[in-house]
Structure formats: structure tokens, C-alpha cells
């Protein structure tokens, strides 16, 4: 499976864009990028996936770089609510939607 | 509605016990999971279910016993339990086996002493 590295934590002020780094650099050609984000107690919540171009969706954007060893996940208008860990996931190549989360990043949205 | 529910979402038990966490999701969804949460926080899959089929089993000791009677519900067994067994258990639920999103449940916090 591609390790992804992320940031312990960020902090975003209310209102801003968060950018959400992750690094992949062993990334398989046909493997996805998956964003995943777990507010306290509570399950993990999909965010948004992508492959190689960049995606969008009523949550989040998420770019990804050509050569396809990193992405960023941005929030546009990151609300108090956002504050949660975000796990950037590589999937592994046999379909079977196995995933493993790791220590992923802790984005603090301040007022 | 609650797309993927789990209960109890609190379980304290003893050592040596045996207890069941109980999962049903009504989004049609084909595929069911459960995750383990561990103290550090990382989450890793323990089994998986497609069609009532078991698909995946990773390597979780033999003491853990999923059952799916239907597709819409996939229940967690656990016998003798260990104190190491004490962490948070998510299910979840996916459209397919295939690239989709996985719906998580709210989460089991089993604590054993």
C-alpha cells in the first residue's frame, strides 16, 4: 500500500480556505487518492476522491499534482464545524474499498 | 433516518466475556465493513462482507465472528474477550466492492476490564 504523510495539525481561521497537504510519493499508477475526515466522536466521513485530475465537490476541492506524489485538499470556507481530523487515504489496487487510516492531520478552525 | 447504525454505542464488559455489536444500514448498499479504531487513533479494517459473502478477513484472531443474516446488517461477535480488545468499532456500508465511498456508523466504544 502507497504511505501518505500528513501534517500533525493545522490551524485555519474561520471564513478562510484550509489547504490540506499529503504527501504519497509511492502512489501506483491506477491507485486513488481518497479525503476522509472524522469529527470528535463521531464515525469517518467521506469527503472526496480523485485519480489524477483535479476534483471538486459541494464539500471540498482536491488537487492533485502531475506527477501525482501529493495532493492538497482544500475547504474553501472553512466554518467552526470543519475541526476534525483529516486522513488522506491511498486505496489499495484490488477493489475490495480496504482502507487504512492513519494518524492523519487535526485542522483547528478558530473564530 | 441514520444511514449506518451501530449499537450499543457504549459497551463495558468483563475480561472472558462475550459480547455482540450490532450494525444495520438502509442505503441499499451492497458491501459492509468493520473497522477497528485503536488507541492511537489509527483506524484498519477488520472484515468485510459483500452480498452476505465474506470478502475480507484481516487476520483478526478467530475469537471475532462477523454474521450477516441479510445484506443490510452485519453483527460484530466477540468471545473471551482481552483487554486489548477495548477500542472504538466502526461498521460501515459501501454501494459496491468497487471504488466507492464507505458510510460510516457513529462507532462502538467497547471497554473491557
Known amino acids: 500500500d502507497a504511505k501518505t504523510t500528513q501534517p500533525t495539525s493545522m490551524d485555519c481561521a474561520e471564513g478562510r480556505a484550509a489547504n490540506l497537504p499529503c504527501n504519497h510519493s509511492t502512489i501506483s499508477g491506477n491507485e486513488y487518492v481518497y479525503w476522509y475526515r472524522q469529527i470528535h466522536s463521531q464515525g469517518p466521513q467521506y469527503i472526496i476522491h480523485?485519480?489524477?485530475n483535479n476534483e471538486t465537490n459541494e464539500m471540498a476541492s482536491l488537487i492533485i499534482t502531475e506527477d501525482r506524489k501529493s495532493s492538497t485538499l482544500i475547504l474553501p470556507h472553512a466554518t467552526l464545524r470543519d475541526t476534525a481530523v483529516y486522513y488522506c487515504i491511498v486505496r489499495v489496487e484490488n477493489n475490495f474499498n480496504k482502507f487504512y487510516f492513519g494518524s492523519g492531520t487535526k485542522l483547528n478552525v478558530k473564530p | 433516518d441514520t444511514a449506518v447504525s451501530q449499537t450499543p454505542k457504549y459497551l463495558v464488559t468483563q475480561m472472558g466475556n462475550d459480547k455482540s455489536i450490532k450494525c444495520e444500514q438502509n442505503?441499499?448498499?451492497?458491501?459492509m465493513y468493520w473497522y477497528k479504531q485503536d488507541s492511537k487513533k489509527f483506524l484498519k479494517i477488520m472484515f468485510s462482507?459483500?452480498?452476505?459473502?465474506?470478502?475480507i478477513n484481516e487476520t483478526v484472531p478467530n475469537r471475532f465472528s462477523p454474521k450477516s443474516p441479510d445484506k443490510a446488517h452485519l453483527n460484530l461477535h466477540i468471545n473471551s474477550l482481552e483487554l486489548g480488545d477495548s477500542a472504538v468499532y466502526f461498521c460501515?456500508?459501501?454501494?459496491?466492492?468497487?471504488?466507492?465511498?464507505?458510510?460510516f456508523g457513529q462507532g462502538t466504544r467497547l471497554t473491557v476490564v
Open positions: 460501515a456500508s459501501s454501494r459496491s466492492l468497487g471504488r466507492t465511498e464507505a458510510f
Open positions: 462482507y459483500n452480498n452476505k459473502e465474506l470478502i
Open positions: 480523485g485519480l489524477k
Open positions: 442505503l441499499g448498499h451492497d458491501t
